[in-house]
């Protein structure tokens, strides 16, 4: 039987008001163990949904072109200087946030067609 649906049986000898105490006492005890339970699964569920290792989203050179507003000539270009990384799948190219992020990181706005080194 669960927990939820199981009789109480209380012997009633002694004062009856003793005895309910007793046995409220003991399920506020058993809910508060519970509740603890219950706070620390959650927590470690949130823990471990946060420290997943999803697989990398990839963008394609029109996801990348729409993003950076440049032109498939200019994204060829891009990647034969090694200014962007990228990965070749199945002679399909892909671009991961990493490696949109370190092309930003090293592109200087005051000179939109120079690279920082």
């Known amino acids: 039987m669960s927990k939820a649906k199981q009789k109480v049986e209380v012997e009633l000898t002694g004062n009856i008001s003793e005895v309910l105490y007793a046995e409220f006492k003991s399920m ?52 034969a200087a090694g200014k962007i990384r990228y990965l070749k799948m199945e002679k399909k190219i892909y671009y991961t946030q990493q490696h949109i992020d370190e092309f930003l990181d090293r592109f200087d706005s005051k000179h939109l067609n120079k690279m920082v080194v």
Do not use: S, W
């Open 28 to 79: 506020r005890q058993e809910l508060t163990k519970l509740k603890q339970e219950n706070k620390i699964t959650h927590e470690y569920l949130a823990q471990v949904i946060a420290n997943q290792n999803h697989p990398p989203k990839l963008f394609n050179d029109k996801d990348i072109m729409f993003m950076l507003g440049i032109c498939i000539k200019t994204l060829q270009n891009y990647r």
